[in-house]
Every structure is written in C-alpha cells, then in structure tokens.
C-alpha cells in the first residue's frame, strides 16, 4: 500500500469512530439520563465594610463610589442556609459584578459569578450566573448559563431578594434558585 492509501485508510477509520464516539455515544448516554429539576435556597452575604470585606472595587472612574457607572467589585461571598451571618457556610459567590446603568435614577448591575457549592449533596458542583440585576426591585430574576458537576449543562434562574441592607454597602440577599440538570 502506498502512503497515500494508509492515509485514507487512517482518515476514513478515525472519522467512523470519532463520530460514533463523538455523536452516537453521547446520544445514547443522554438518553439514559433523565432531566431534573432542584430548587436552592440559600442567602448570600455581600460585606465591602470591615477589616475582611468579601467584595473589593477593582475598577471604574476615579473619585467614584459603588453606584457609579463602570464601577467593578470583585466577590468571594460567603452562601449561608440561613439569614444569619454566622449560619452554616453552604457555598460561595465567586465572580464580580458592575454598575451597568448610566441613568441616575436606575441601579443595575452586570453579575458574573459561580455559586460554588462546598458542602451536602452538591458540594463541589457549581451553578454560573450571567445576566442583569435592577437592585432597587424586590425581586430580581438572572439567569443560570450553565454548570458543573451536578449541574452539568444546567439552565434555569435565580430569583434574588435583598432582605437587609446598610449604608456602607454591606448587603444579605436571599437567592431561590431554580435549576434544570441530568
């Protein structure tokens, strides 16, 4: 045979079975898995006050306070089962988040982040958050773009209401998650 026979032979024999173990294999794995949905509820504790603040300003205009346009806070935010700062830790809110509104009287943000969940039964899973948050309404709703290992290929929403608030930022927001996995 010559080498361009091996080669086709080679490229022909590859293509078959990464398509069967690219294409048909997934199919019949995804077949066998049934979707679920699960609800998390949890609260989410935003401290920028403090010798341990779990939100830092990176970015935004000089001279500026968090409700500017442009300005960036980075998070590591403890997720608690209950109000109280010091209920058990469940997770954490891991990303950032951005003033994204330019009018003076309307305060929203752009939220990037990760619930990382470290403790129960998805401990080590994460659910990723990307999308607009009017803080001023009561309830807010973001979508959930995807997942890790629990909730891989997860879709579905957060609902986020700010339970208490104070005049240096620090905020607990309570989360009721709703999200579809296998």
Do not use: C
């Amino acid at each position: 045979m010559s080498s361009f026979q091996y080669f086709t032979l080679f490229t022909l024999y590859s293509t078959f079975f990464y398509s069967m173990d690219g294409i048909e294999v997934r199919k019949i794995i995804k077949s066998q898995q049934t979707e679920k949905t699960s609800h998390l509820h949890f609260f989410f504790h935003d401290i920028l006050s403090g010798k341990n603040p779990s939100a830092v300003r990176i970015a935004g205009p000089l001279k500026s306070t968090i409700t500017t346009f442009g300005a960036t806070m980075m998070i590591d935010d403890a997720l608690t089962e209950k109000q109280e700062p010091t209920s058990k830790i469940v997770g954490r809110a891991q990303g950032l988040y951005s003033m994204a509104a330019q009018r003076d009287h309307e305060f929203a943000l752009l939220v990037i982040m990760n619930f990382v969940f470290v403790e129960g039964k998805y401990k080590g899973s994460t659910i990723s958050i990307l999308g607009r948050n009017p803080v001023l309404n009561d309830v807010r709703e973001m979508p959930i773009i995807g997942g890790t290992g629990l909730f891989r290929f997860a879709r579905g929403y957060a609902l986020a209401h700010t339970v208490w608030f104070n005049p240096t930022g620090d905020a607990i927001v309570e989360y009721n998650v709703f999200v579809s996995h296998f």
